[in-house]
């Protein structure tokens, strides 16, 4: 298997790409790894300008010699580089499978929305620390190289599933990049909010028509939350039961993914 790593979003450290293609060596000696040299580019808060960003997406996707494309990390940008490069996705995007999350989701909904390819909430090409043990990057290239399901989100129960951060989610509303997720279990997750911030998201996912039909929802994790100028005065929990319940669906419970040491892995669609 052969595996493009590009950056929609954000630039990654040229150390941290070597240290993935190490753990590819010792662990799939036989699969290899490419990072695109855009993914080392800097202008501004982007890896790139946004034609450069969009280019080397659409070289690695449209190239049949890669099997998966796996976004090097989030941040902001990805939603800026849509409207130009899904038109131009030849053939060959549509055999591959597409791997990450947070400011990815933009990526994913909207290859997901035009069922282009299979995409996957999972962990980042540039997850690996330097005393990091490859766990969940271990977990994502288990199930995408050998069909390893340990890493797999454990809740998944043969319903169709996707899984956002609940920003970018809120973000795609009432854009031609939300998929449709009829009869989905969705998953989300938060960082770096406050919670007023959060309760107004989850209003907006509660309300949106074209979130209507959802199965379900199941809550990620929440981290790094910001204090409020006075507390709050719910918890997390309470908040998305209520919204659950205001939007006509299950809350199904707690989820293992997020911003989080340890990201499971949400295939689109059935697992």
């Not at 300008?49 to 941040?75: H, K, M, S, T, V």
């Not at 994502?140 to 069909?147: A, E, P, R």
């Not at 911030?197 to 209507?212: C, P, S």
Request: hydrophobic share 45%.
């Amino acid at each position: 298997m052969r595996i493009g790593v590009v950056a929609p979003a954000r630039t990654v450290s040229e150390e941290s790409a070597v240290r993935m293609k190490a753990f590819m060596a010792l662990t799939w000696p036989k699969h290899e790894i490419v990072f695109h040299p855009q993914c080392f580019v800097t202008e501004g808060h982007f890896a790139g300008p946004d034609d450069y960003r969009a280019a080397a997406f659409l070289e690695f996707a449209n190239d049949p010699a890669f099997d998966a494309i796996w976004f090097a990390r989030g941040g902001y940008g990805s939603n800026r580089i849509l409207h130009s490069a899904m038109p131009q996705l030849a053939p060959a995007a549509r055999d591959k499978t597409y791997i990450g999350y947070s400011d990815m989701g933009f990526m994913l909904g909207a290859l997901y929305a035009r069922r282009i390819g299979r995409q996957v909430h999972g962990s980042m090409a540039s997850a690996m620390g330097r005393d990091d043990k490859g766990v969940d990057a271990g977990w994502v290239l288990g199930w995408l190289i050998d069909g390893d399901r340990r890493g797999l989100e454990p809740t998944l129960d043969g319903r169709p599933a996707a899984a956002f951060n609940l920003a970018i989610l809120t973000a795609m509303i009432g854009t031609p990049w939300l998929p449709d997720l009829t009869d989905h279990v969705l998953h989300v997750e938060e960082v770096g909010e406050p919670m007023y911030r959060i309760d107004r998201m989850l209003f907006q996912m509660a309300h949106a028509t074209q979130l209507k039909g959802i199965a379900g929802v199941r809550l990620g994790a929440v981290t790094d939350v910001v204090d409020n100028d006075v507390p709050f005065g719910e918890s997390i929990e309470q908040m998305i039961v209520r919204w659950c319940r205001e939007m006509g669906v299950p809350y199904l419970g707690r989820s293992g993914i997020g911003h989080i040491a340890l990201n499971r892995v949400v295939p689109f669609g059935v697992a």
